[in-house]
């Protein structure tokens, strides 16, 4: 089949009499979830969503606008027209057997592509796809979206291979199935190609999407920090407008681009020095209206040469016609600092939602709105369009903050601590452009070697772990996260009291990711990583001339995770020789790590020969700049890089090799920890979350959307039993009782001994097992407490379960957390445990490493080690569950409680599984924005 269309110009009846109608082609809802806002190759937003009967005149005018050569490489022959029928058959679809796909720019489609099931050439999982992209829109990278987009409706209706015709002088169309990641196989028969490749997301496929996503969300990123030309909209000549400060701080930064002033209400006016005088029924010579000297325009449509950059400082009711005029433009990127809108409440929300699907619909990112704006220091750009009245030198450390008002207090604190920065990105209310959209960037950006996040929420948390966990390998990250809201309600009720910080310091840590609590310890970290070099160990010499202030530093070292192995005190009168004698010793002591050098002087002394002694004694043998190991300083007690102990560049700023300084030594000592803690994350060996060879994801997954056809719900035990042993995870064998007959009959095919146990909440877990008959022998005693049980408990129905090995009891609970995504907690079972919080928190996937750390924590290696169990089989079990929650995301909570933990093996002894729809936010499938 090559979806050829017929190519006949003229309607007859025969054409139309047996057109499918609209109901008939429609079994099922229209599918929306299916449509998605993706970003192509070139940063550029292209919206996609499923066809319908409605996109007739659409599709046509889409065909008609095509070169004589796309139609041809498309349908294999000259397709001057699409007639009727076949306009009729590619819109009306039944969004399973045959699936299209459109996507749009504006009102226009500008690609289109299909797939439609091979079931009657007997290929009942097998579908031919194919697509084409409108001329003036391919090189953009929208056909391998297209086909991503079109494999995931695929398999979510059961297909596992796509085919394909090509014509041999396409090669292109070939290399597009080879560079989206597809295994393919190829035959040649004469003047075609026929293409096949499975459409799992394997590994390659897997790591092929999100080098893709992160060049394209960097690209766009790029395009809003590397503008040509900025327009500031809403500029004011009032001093006290918003408007006013943007354009002058535009200006004041020496953007090297053109800049045009937007005042709708501007109007020209007469120059004072017109010449020659205006003689009688001469017309005024009028100068062209100006803001702040700069030629202004009413709109930017009026504006003569293209627009890159838009900063918008308007109310948040002129928005919408702001917007039109940015659209007809051709405006890239928009920075919206008007307020008035989430923040205000529903009404404000709404506006918000439709203003960000708007922009995304014309091809644009936005960052807001409320936003404080952007800043980019390199010298080529030189772009300042924020609010902030100061910001800090160039330099190589990033900052991304979602709080204007806070980011203005950030940027000149780190000005004051002469911390350059290379970019800066506050976003707002995060309509759109988020932190995982800018860590994309700074991921490639060779001007940035930190990165630093003042975050509220992580968007979308799944998403952000996958980056930062990528980022972190090779550039560190300090956050903070503010705020509340880490675990969903029903997560925190059933893992005891514990705060949201501990699980968010462990799920960031997780990811690599350098959490500290405060703006003073976010810059105290950022100092010494973009600075010093990051220590091997943990090994840390003190000297310096006061005793007390180098055991406060030694005290907090050893707190900290920080082995002090030397103190040396040079005493109050110490020379600046000696003193740098004494660092160059450390500096050169192989069993030395890092460094801290105390140097409060008991009276004033010139300090200048003392902080050169110190910049000399850390210069490597090689004539370097950069000290071969770490160095922090209380030198005088000064916060930052003070000149007399900076490197500088040809700018005068500091660089890389300049020493931090700390007013306290419990805060250098504590900034040296950190960058111990985080050297030690990142010389861990690189892993991803293995592949659990003998799963049988694809089978869980039909089994799981098949029991949740008519919504969520839960399992029962028996159909959460069946799902988990499709990833090697087997409970031990039960059976559901109502009957004390039921009940002998199940004990005596199990199996002696037996459990007769209460499956209600109230009663599992409790520390008197009073829920529970353990140790049966016999039917006497199953029938005996079968009785028993059920007057107690009042339930109707009981579990006969086959006994399992003495052992440790753990418990395990994955659910989705609205900051985490899907979060898993670990620990002993029973609710004393729960009551004590004693639990451990990891987001999903895990690595082997991920899961070794959690069975790794005091409480659980404690009792295992006592009872002689091997912590191995405990790590297999998180991995596989970690398995199982990403290659179904549908399961949407899970609980294996207890697992017993024996010498013998592990014993999963209880389960409950909760399904429903994917999460919006869920890290899986095609490549989306949001």
Same mark, same amino acid.
């Given at each position: 089949?090559?979806?050829?269309?017929?190519?006949?110009?003229?309607?007859?009846?025969?054409?139309?009499?047996?057109?499918?109608?609209?109901?008939?082609?429609?079994?099922?809802?229209? &599918?929306?979830?299916?449509?998605?806002?993706?970003?192509?190759?070139?940063?550029?937003? +292209?919206?996609?969503?499923?066809?319908?009967?409605?996109?007739?005149?659409?599709?046509?005018?889409?065909?008609?606008? $095509?070169?004589?050569?796309?139609?041809?490489?498309?349908?294999?022959?000259?397709? &001057?027209? /699409?007639?009727?029928?076949?306009?009729?058959?590619?819109?009306?679809?039944?969004?399973?057997?045959?699936?299209?796909?459109?996507?749009?720019?504006?009102?226009?489609?500008?690609?289109?592509?299909?797939?439609?099931?091979?079931?009657?050439?007997?290929?009942?999982?097998?579908?031919?796809?194919?697509?084409?992209?409108?001329?003036?829109?391919?090189?953009?990278?929208?056909?391998?979206? /297209?086909?991503?987009?079109?494999?995931?409706?695929?398999?979510?209706?059961?297909?596992?291979?796509?085919?394909?015709?090509?014509?041999?002088?396409?090669?292109?169309?070939?290399?597009?199935?080879?560079?989206?990641?597809?295994?393919?196989?190829?035959?040649?028969?004469?003047?075609?190609?026929?293409?096949?490749?499975?459409?799992?997301?394997?590994?390659?496929?897997?790591?092929?999407?999100?080098?893709?996503?992160?060049?394209?969300?960097?690209?766009?990123?790029?395009? $809003?920090?590397?503008?040509?030309?900025?327009?500031?909209?809403?500029?004011?000549?009032?001093?006290?407008?918003?408007?006013?400060?943007?354009?002058?701080?535009? $200006?004041?930064?020496?953007?090297?681009?053109? +800049?045009?002033?937007?005042?709708?209400?501007?109007?020209?006016?007469?120059?004072?020095?017109?010449?020659?005088?205006?003689?009688?029924?001469?017309?005024?010579?009028?100068?062209?209206?100006?803001?702040?000297?700069?030629?202004?325009?009413?709109?930017?449509?009026?504006?003569?040469?293209? +627009?890159?950059?838009?900063?918008?400082?308007?109310?948040?009711?002129? @928005?919408?016609?702001?917007?039109?005029?940015?659209?007809?433009?051709?405006?890239?990127?928009?920075?919206?600092?008007?307020?008035?809108?989430?923040?205000?409440?529903?009404?404000?929300?709404?506006?918000?939602?439709?203003?960000?699907?708007?922009?995304?619909?014309?091809?644009?990112?936005?960052?807001?709105?409320?936003?404080?704006?952007?800043?980019?220091?390199?010298?080529?750009?030189? %772009?300042?369009?924020? $609010?902030?009245?100061?910001?800090?030198?160039?330099?190589?450390?990033?900052?991304?903050?979602?709080?204007?008002?806070?980011?203005?207090?950030?940027?000149?604190?780190?000005?004051?601590?002469?911390?350059?920065?290379?970019?800066?990105?506050?976003?707002?209310?995060?309509?759109?452009?988020?932190?995982?959209?800018?860590?994309?960037?700074?991921?490639?950006?060779?001007?940035?070697?930190?990165?630093? %996040?003042?975050?509220?929420?992580?968007?979308?948390?799944?998403?952000?772990?996958?980056?930062?966990?990528?980022?972190?390998?090779?550039?560190?990250?300090?956050?903070?996260?503010?705020?509340?809201?880490?675990?969903?309600?029903?997560?925190?009720?059933?893992?005891?009291?514990?705060?949201?910080?501990?699980?968010?310091?462990?799920?960031?840590?997780?990811?690599?990711? @350098?959490?500290?609590?405060?703006?003073?310890?976010?810059?105290?970290?950022?100092?010494?990583?973009?600075?010093?070099?990051?220590?091997?160990?943990?090994?840390?010499?003190?000297?310096?001339?006061?005793?007390? @202030?180098?055991?406060?530093?030694?005290?907090?070292?050893?707190?900290?995770?920080?082995?002090?192995?030397?103190?040396?005190?040079?005493?109050?009168?110490?020379?600046?020789?000696?003193?740098?004698?004494?660092?160059?010793?450390?500096?050169?002591?192989?069993?030395?790590?890092?460094?801290?050098?105390?140097? +409060?002087?008991?009276?004033?002394?010139?300090?200048?020969?003392?902080?050169?002694? /110190?910049?000399?004694?850390?210069?490597?043998?090689?004539?370097?700049?950069?000290?071969?190991?770490?160095?922090?300083?209380?030198?005088?007690?000064?916060?930052?890089? &003070?000149?007399? %102990?900076?490197?500088?560049?040809?700018?005068?700023?500091?660089?890389?090799?300049?020493?931090?300084?700390?007013?306290?030594?419990?805060?250098?000592?504590?900034?040296?920890?950190?960058?111990?803690?985080?050297?030690?994350?990142?010389?861990?060996?690189?892993?991803?979350?293995?592949?659990?060879?003998?799963?049988?994801?694809?089978?869980?997954?039909?089994?799981?959307?098949?029991?949740?056809?008519?919504?969520?719900?839960?399992?029962?035990?028996?159909?959460?039993?069946?799902?988990?042993?499709?990833?090697?995870?087997?409970?031990?064998?039960?059976?559901?009782?109502?009957?004390?007959?039921?009940?002998?009959?199940?004990?005596?095919?199990?199996?002696? &001994?037996?459990?007769?146990?209460?499956?209600?909440?109230?009663?599992?877990?409790?520390?008197?097992?009073?829920?529970?008959?353990?140790?049966?022998?016999?039917?006497?005693?199953?029938?005996?407490?079968?009785?028993?049980?059920?007057?107690?408990?009042?339930?109707?129905?009981?579990?006969?379960?086959?006994?399992?090995?003495?052992?440790?009891?753990?418990?395990?609970?994955?659910?989705?957390?609205?900051?985490?995504?899907?979060?898993?907690?670990?620990?002993?079972?029973?609710? %004393?445990?729960?009551?004590?919080?004693?639990?451990?928190?990891?987001?999903?996937?895990?690595?082997?490493?991920?899961?070794?750390?959690?069975?790794?924590?005091?409480?659980?290696?404690?009792?295992?080690?006592?009872?002689?169990?091997?912590?191995?089989?405990?790590?297999?079990?998180?991995?596989?569950?970690?398995?199982?929650?990403?290659?179904?995301?549908?399961?949407?909570?899970?609980?294996?409680?207890?697992?017993?933990?024996?010498?013998?093996?592990?014993?999963?002894?209880?389960?409950?599984?909760?399904?429903?729809?994917?999460?919006?936010?869920?890290?899986?499938?095609?490549?989306?924005?949001?």
């Amino acid at each position: 089949m090559t979806d050829t269309p017929d190519t006949g110009s003229t309607d007859t009846a025969s054409d139309t009499e047996d057109t499918p109608t609209t109901e008939d082609a429609l079994p099922r809802e229209y &599918p929306r979830q299916w449509s998605a806002d993706v970003l192509a190759s070139d940063g550029g937003v +292209v919206h996609i969503r499923p066809i319908m009967p409605a996109d007739a005149d659409l599709l046509v005018e889409f065909h008609n606008g $095509l070169s004589e050569r796309t139609r041809y490489m498309r349908y294999f022959g000259p397709t &001057p027209t /699409l007639p009727p029928r076949e306009v009729v058959r590619m819109t009306t679809v039944d969004y399973r057997n045959r699936v299209a796909l459109l996507a749009f720019l504006g009102d226009r489609v500008i690609a289109m592509g299909l797939y439609e099931g091979l079931a009657a050439d007997g290929k009942p999982t097998s579908a031919e796809v194919a697509f084409v992209v409108a001329d003036d829109h391919q090189g953009r990278g929208l056909g391998p979206i /297209l086909l991503e987009h079109l494999a995931g409706a695929a398999a979510e209706n059961g297909f596992t291979r796509f085919e394909a015709e090509v014509l041999s002088e396409n090669p292109n169309m070939v290399a597009v199935f080879r560079d989206a990641g597809y295994q393919i196989s190829r035959a040649f028969d004469g003047s075609t190609v026929h293409v096949e490749f499975l459409i799992d997301p394997t590994e390659a496929l897997t790591a092929v999407r999100n080098a893709r996503e992160r060049a394209s969300e960097a690209r766009s990123i790029a395009n $809003l920090l590397r503008p040509s030309s900025v327009a500031v909209i809403g500029a004011s000549a009032d001093p006290k407008k918003v408007g006013n400060v943007l354009l002058a701080n535009v $200006l004041a930064a020496g953007f090297t681009g053109p +800049v045009f002033p937007v005042n709708g209400s501007a109007v020209a006016s007469e120059p004072d020095d017109a010449q020659p005088r205006r003689g009688p029924g001469r017309p005024p010579r009028t100068a062209p209206p100006s803001v702040r000297g700069i030629r202004s325009y009413s709109t930017v449509r009026d504006i003569p040469d293209p +627009v890159d950059l838009a900063v918008i400082a308007v109310p948040a009711a002129r @928005i919408d016609q702001v917007l039109d005029d940015c659209l007809a433009k051709g405006v890239r990127t928009l920075v919206v600092v008007s307020a008035g809108f989430g923040e205000k409440g529903e009404a404000g929300l709404e506006n918000e939602k439709r203003l960000a699907e708007q922009v995304r619909a014309h091809g644009m990112r936005l960052v807001g709105p409320n936003a404080l704006g952007v800043v980019n220091n390199h010298p080529d750009i030189a %772009l300042n369009a924020s $609010l902030a009245p100061r910001i800090p030198g160039a330099g190589r450390v990033g900052f991304f903050c979602q709080s204007g008002a806070l980011g203005i207090a950030i940027l000149d604190t780190a000005a004051h601590r002469r911390l350059g920065l290379s970019t800066f990105v506050s976003a707002g209310n995060r309509a759109d452009v988020s932190g995982n959209d800018v860590l994309q960037y700074w991921d490639t950006d060779d001007d940035t070697d930190v990165v630093l %996040l003042y975050l509220e929420s992580f968007g979308n948390p799944r998403k952000f772990g996958r980056i930062a966990r990528r980022v972190a390998s090779k550039k560190p990250i300090v956050a903070i996260k503010s705020g509340s809201g880490a675990m969903s309600p029903v997560h925190a009720q059933r893992t005891g009291p514990v705060r949201d910080d501990r699980v968010a310091q462990m799920v960031l840590e997780q990811a690599g990711v @350098i959490q500290v609590e405060t703006i003073a310890e976010l810059f105290d970290s950022a100092t010494v990583l973009a600075y010093q070099p990051l220590p091997d160990g943990p090994r840390t010499a003190i000297l310096g001339n006061s005793s007390v @202030i180098a055991s406060l530093a030694a005290n907090t070292a050893r707190s900290s995770g920080l082995e002090v192995v030397s103190i040396v005190d040079l005493g109050p009168a110490v020379t600046h020789d000696a003193l740098s004698a004494a660092v160059a010793e450390a500096m050169n002591d192989d069993a030395i790590d890092a460094v801290i050098v105390v140097f +409060v002087p008991p009276v004033a002394v010139d300090s200048s020969d003392y902080a050169l002694g /110190l910049l000399e004694a850390t210069r490597p043998a090689d004539g370097g700049d950069v000290p071969t190991k770490p160095v922090v300083t209380t030198f005088l007690a000064v916060e930052g890089v &003070p000149p007399g %102990l900076s490197r500088t560049g040809p700018d005068g700023l500091p660089v890389r090799g300049s020493i931090p300084s700390y007013p306290t030594p419990e805060r250098a000592a504590s900034a040296l920890a950190q960058a111990w803690r985080y050297s030690r994350w990142r010389s861990r060996p690189a892993a991803a979350p293995a592949p659990i060879p003998d799963s049988r994801p694809e089978d869980a997954r039909s089994f799981v959307r098949e029991a949740m056809a008519d919504g969520p719900r839960s399992l029962t035990p028996r159909e959460g039993s069946y799902v988990l042993g499709h990833f090697g995870i087997e409970v031990v064998p039960f059976r559901d009782v109502r009957t004390m007959h039921e009940a002998s009959a199940a004990a005596r095919e199990l199996g002696f &001994p037996v459990v007769v146990k209460s499956t209600s909440p109230a009663w599992v877990g409790r520390v008197d097992r009073e829920g529970a008959r353990l140790d049966l022998s016999d039917a006497t005693a199953v029938i005996t407490a079968f009785n028993e049980l059920q007057t107690l408990t009042g339930d109707s129905s009981l579990q006969v379960q086959r006994m399992a090995p003495k052992g440790v009891g753990m418990y395990l609970r994955v659910s989705d957390s609205p900051s985490f995504g899907s979060l898993m907690s670990f620990g002993l079972s029973g609710r %004393l445990f729960e009551a004590l919080g004693d639990r451990s928190f990891r987001s999903i996937p895990l690595t082997e490493h991920d899961a070794r750390e959690l069975v790794d924590e005091p409480s659980v290696r404690t009792l295992l080690a006592e009872d002689h169990t091997d912590p191995d089989a405990l790590v297999e079990l998180l991995q596989r569950v970690s398995a199982l929650i990403d290659d179904v995301p549908e399961i949407r909570e899970l609980t294996l409680d207890p697992i017993l933990a024996s010498p013998d093996g592990i014993s999963v002894l209880g389960s409950h599984i909760d399904v429903g729809p994917v999460p919006t936010l869920a890290d899986t499938g095609p490549r989306r924005l949001g």
